[in-house]
């Protein structure tokens, strides 16, 4: 138990030390650990106050990214 609460705090340490762009899928290559594992270990670090993940603002991001990178999207851009 110890070393997964260890390894949750330094998932948490690393997300509120990411850049602006970063998201969980750099977290997976950085800690070498499956998307729902580091979502997990974010959501319960939010719990304990170690970090402040929103799932929702994530996923709208991600989202905002893919659409920004679709070869389809003739402005290749959005407007905020």
Same mark, same amino acid.
């Given at each position: 138990f110890? /070393?997964?609460t260890?390894?949750?705090?330094?998932?948490? +340490?690393? #997300?509120?030390?990411?850049e602006e762009? !970063?998201?969980? *899928?750099?977290?997976?290559?950085?800690?070498?650990?499956?998307?729902?594992? /580091?979502?997990?270990y974010l959501?319960?670090?939010?719990e +304990?106050? #170690?970090?402040?993940?929103n799932?929702? !603002?994530?996923? *709208?991001?991600?989202?905002l990214?893919?659409i920004?990178?679709t070869?389809?999207?003739?402005?290749?851009?959005l407007?905020?």
């Amino acid at each position: 138990f110890a /070393i997964k609460t260890n390894l949750v705090k330094e998932v948490c +340490l690393r #997300w509120n030390s990411k850049e602006e762009w !970063e998201t969980t *899928r750099h977290l997976t290559e950085y800690f070498g650990l499956s998307k729902n594992t /580091i979502v997990r270990y974010l959501k319960r670090g939010t719990e +304990l106050g #170690w970090c402040n993940y929103n799932p929702k !603002e994530e996923m *709208r991001k991600s989202g905002l990214k893919n659409i920004k990178n679709t070869p389809n999207n003739k402005n290749n851009t959005l407007n905020d």
